[in-house]
């Protein structure tokens, strides 16, 4: 019911920077009645610069950039960039106040208060300082590529030596055991997480189009091996994944509720739909209402038998379940060709990368069907702008989550879909 | 009625033979309009006979049973036999066919017998047919309790799981590794239709693994966890390889292994132990490939750069169907044979898959007959890897070997084959065994 964490360093889920530059040389003719803030967020004190501070300073904005007078950038460092049109100042202004109180404890603010500096944040008129802010989204750019590039070879170092020195006690089959083990006590609904996945069309609000369930590996981790690093082994990581698939297989069977109405989507293993569970489970959505069953698979997994592949696919088929490949990024596509395995949709995982060399990529993209692509790992509209210019219409990530759901606090959104 | 107050014999046990025999005795006074249909899913190869597919083929089964008063039974061997009543033909024959697209990478579903008879479902109209029914029912009931009999007798044997895996682990200290290493030769034909070791391969024979270190577990029963255990077997191979006593280094070793073990001191240390002296040849496999695509690139460059070869192992017809082979841009492609290669329809699908690649960098593996190899020369590949090879190296061998007049062509093909132990003590001149002479004027 979730994949393996990335083995390398965690990519960075973005890079405004360039988008940001872009945007503001489209502006360049359109920078009258246009200004900018820059929020400095990079400033404030380590823990107020949590990714959920992050998150909810960046959705502060959220309302204005709904209705079209806002653009958000949230860059590297963290820090908030801004562009809106003249005429939402007021609620801009409104905006940063907020911001400001939400931080008013933190040194940034205060020193600010106290030199009447403007420190927490600065102003730009584009009309009269575009060339300064151009500067600035240049210099932030080259900054931002050689920061990435200096991490990516820090990366491959880390890679060379991963093997030798893991992070957190390894992750081994006496531990795998025990997991397993008290998995069969573990309240799993307390880690199950549903996220939707979305047709955004034009600029009309994204609507739901089938809800992943999936377990919170995260919160999992926290729950039964809070110390040990599961990266160490991903092939026990692979078995524990097959143990979850049963249990929560077993759980939606025993579910009373109206979680197996409507359309869905859950993450299997291919040996679990083989698999006597998996028999029970259909006979129970058989007897329900069974909308939309979409079943995500890995794409190890599917490589590892693709003779098992096959016959699960064309059972899974047969029964009426959609299959989809979960978590590809753009350079893994060729190698996992969704036309010639027969699954019905492929997850692409955003990255801003993606608008690098666009007419390559979206050549690439309409071959593989834009229709049957979900753009996942939305965590901002870039990716939805992203998409829209290609001609994706399915949607999932955060950002989405939290337009679907207006205010993200109140959700549960530390966890992310396994992919 | 308690059978043993006849004669002593034994309590029957049911067995789903036993109530087929029982049904089929039952339908034997009202035959008209019953119709029966045996699945030979026995048939199957091991991988498809899978309990989980047949679970499924038998399901796809219940419609009819409700449709067409009908029966179905799960014979032990994995067969699958239906008897019903005035069932049309074109709802059997619907069903049968999507189970031959489940099945439909089995040879089973595609070829016929030497007679033409359909293998892979036999019907029976049981109102003509019923003796020959009848009678097969009775003979299910003698194999079943054969085979019953003979996995009574069997050692019982575990599957794998986490909590054996610990112990699995622990006992490879105490296994003797070099005892269960293999070698295989790779060869090359060049145009003057000679043939050169280019490399040996090197692994473990999973079946004398399985007897020395686990003979209660079958560590072969979970994918995951035996891919956890090869990588620890992984480094006691290399290790291994570094003591064997080669009177002669081959020209190149070839390995399988993770490509997590390329990242440990112990490959840095076997490959500083054969610089200069040998080759080096990497096997990946396409599961370990796909947990971490990117890694596979970054390793298969990283070996490229110390002038090492990598080689994208297990291909096969089904797998080239679903992938473009060249794109993983390694040294070589191996490709199992198997003979439904030599059908005009799979040769041309495997020459669209391979061209890309280049035949001169495809090795064909698994080659236990000259048709194997000839069908290879034919399409343009260079590379050959199997017991009929092995032989052929045995035999070329003995020919110039001093001692063989005391050895069979089986012995000196063994003795190849292992790099420790008593068959290679018993070999008269190690120097020949690891020479590996040229092969000329192959046909």
């Given at each position: 019911m979730m994949n393996a964490p990335p083995s390398g360093g965690i990519p960075r889920p973005n890079s405004q920077e360039s988008l940001l530059l872009d945007y503001v040389h489209r502006l360049e003719r359109h920078r009258h009645d246009r200004r900018a803030v820059h929020v400095h967020l990079s400033g404030l004190a380590a823990q107020n610069r949590?990714?959920?501070?992050?998150?909810?300073?960046?959705?502060?904005?959220?309302?204005?950039?709904?209705?079209?007078?806002?653009?958000?950038?949230?860059?590297?460092?963290?820090?908030?960039?801004?562009?809106?049109?003249?005429?939402?100042?007021?609620?801009i202004e409104a905006s940063v106040v907020k911001l400001r109180f939400l931080f008013s404890d933190d040194p940034l603010v205060m020193e600010e208060q106290r030199t009447r500096q403007p420190l927490f944040c600065t102003w730009y008129s584009l009309d009269r300082e575009y060339d300064m802010l151009l500067a600035l989204a240049q210099k932030m750019v080259q900054e931002e590529n050689a920061k990435r590039h200096a991490a990516s070879e820090k990366s491959a170092q880390e890679a060379k030596f991963q093997a030798n020195k893991p992070k957190g006690s390894p992750f081994t089959p006496e531990l795998l055991h025990r997991v397993e083990s008290s998995l069969g006590q573990a309240d799993l609904a307390n880690l199950m997480r549903r996220q939707a996945v979305c047709a955004v069309v034009g600029k009309s609000p994204p609507a739901p189009v089938f809800h992943e369930l999936f377990i919170s590996i995260a919160d999992l981790r926290q729950t039964l091996f809070p110390s040990v690093n599961?990266?160490?082994s991903p092939w026990l990581f692979q078995q524990l994944t097959e143990t979850l698939d049963r249990r929560v297989l077993s759980m939606l069977n025993k579910h009373d509720d109206r979680t197996l109405e409507g359309d869905i989507s859950i993450n299997l293993n291919v040996s679990t739909i083989l698999s006597p569970e998996?028999?029970?489970?259909?006979?129970n959505v058989k007897a329900g209402m069974r909308g939309t069953i979409v079943l995500e698979l890995q794409k190890v997994d599917i490589f590892a038998d693709l003779?098992?592949?096959?016959?699960?696919?064309?059972?899974?088929?047969?029964?009426?379940?959609?299959?989809?490949?979960?978590?590809l990024t753009y350079s893994q596509l060729p190698f996992v060709d969704r036309e010639r395995l027969g699954a019905d949709l492929i997850k692409l995982v955003w990255d801003p990368s993606l608008t690098e060399e666009k007419d390559k990529k979206t050549e690439a993209l309409r071959r593989i069907g834009v229709t049957r692509i979900i753009l996942c790992r939305c965590d901002n509209q870039a990716g939805i702008e992203y998409g829209h210019s290609v001609g994706i219409t399915l949607f999932q990530g955060r950002h989405i989550e939290s337009m679907v759901q207006g205010d993200p606090r109140k959700r549960g959104l530390r966890a992310r879909p396994r992919a | 009625m308690n059978a043993s107050a006849f004669g002593g014999r034994q309590q029957e046990v049911v067995t789903p033979e036993s109530l087929l025999y029982d049904a089929a005795e039952r339908v034997g006074r009202i035959r008209e309009g019953r119709v029966a249909l045996h699945l030979h899913l026995s048939r199957l190869l091991p991988a498809n006979r899978e309990e989980g597919r047949i679970r499924i083929a038998f399901r796809m089964f219940e419609s009819m049973v409700d449709a067409y008063r009908g029966q179905m039974f799960l014979m032990t061997n994995s067969d699958i036999i239906l008897i019903c009543k005035d069932a049309r033909f074109a709802d059997l024959d619907a069903i049968v066919y999507k189970l031959r697209a489940l099945f439909s990478t089995d040879p089973l579903t595609y070829a016929e017998s030497p007679d033409g008879q359909d293998r892979f479902v036999s019907y029976y109209d049981l109102e003509a047919d019923y003796d020959s029914f009848f009678s097969l029912c009775g003979q299910m009931v003698v194999d079943a309790k054969k085979s019953v009999a003979d996995q009574r007798t069997a050692p019982q044997i575990q599957p794998l799981d986490a909590k054996n895996l610990t112990r699995v682990l622990e006992r490879i200290g105490a296994t003797d590794i070099a005892g269960v290493v293999?070698?295989?030769?790779?060869?090359?034909?060049?145009?003057?239709?000679?043939?050169?070791?280019?490399?040996?391969?090197?692994?473990?024979?999973?079946?004398d693994l399985q007897k020395a270190l686990a003979p209660d577990v079958n560590i072969l029963s979970n994918r995951w966890l035996f891919q956890h255990l090869s990588q620890v077997l992984d480094l006691r191979v290399l290790s291994?390889?570094?003591?064997?006593?080669?009177?002669?280094?081959?020209?190149?070793?070839?390995?399988?292994?993770?490509?997590?073990?390329?990242?440990?001191p112990v490959f840095q240390q076997f490959e500083a132990s054969i610089r200069g002296r040998a080759g080096l040849v990497v096997e990946f496999q396409l599961l370990d490939i796909f947990n971490d695509l990117d890694g596979f690139f970054r390793t298969r460059d990283l070996l490229r750069s110390r002038g090492h070869r990598s080689v994208l192992d297990g291909m096969s017809p089904v797998t080239l169907q679903f992938m473009d082979a060249e794109l993983y841009d390694t040294d070589y492609v191996k490709v199992s044979w198997s003979n439904d290669m030599l059908d005009d329809i799979k040769t041309a699908e495997l020459l669209a898959a391979l061209g890309p690649v280049g035949f001169d960098r495809v090795i064909l593996s698994r080659c236990d007959s000259e048709t194997s190899v000839s069908w290879g020369l034919a399409q343009g590949i260079r590379m050959f890897q199997g017991r009929f090879l092995d032989s052929m190296i045995a035999a070329v061998t003995m020919a110039q070997c001093g001692k063989s007049s005391a050895c069979t062509l089986q012995q000196c093909t063994h003795r190849h084959a292992v790099i420790n132990g008593r068959p290679r003590a018993e070999c008269g001149d190690n120097d020949m065994l690891d020479l590996f002479p040229v092969l000329k004027a192959l046909r």
């Open positions: 949590r990714e959920h501070h992050t998150r909810i300073a960046g959705n502060t904005f959220e309302q204005l950039v709904k209705l079209m007078q806002a653009q958000v950038f949230t860059l590297a460092n963290s820090d908030l960039m801004v562009i809106y049109k003249a005429q939402a100042q007021d609620e599961v990266n160490s998996f028999l029970v489970f259909d006979d003779g098992g592949y096959l016959f699960a696919r064309d059972f899974a088929h047969d029964r009426g379940y959609r299959i989809c490949i979960d978590g | 293999r070698r295989q030769a790779c060869i090359r034909i060049n145009e003057n239709m000679h043939a050169e070791v280019a490399f040996q391969e090197f692994f473990m024979s999973i079946m291994v390889l570094q003591d064997v006593g080669f009177r002669k280094m081959p020209a190149a070793f070839s390995v399988n292994l993770n490509m997590a073990t390329v990242q440990t």
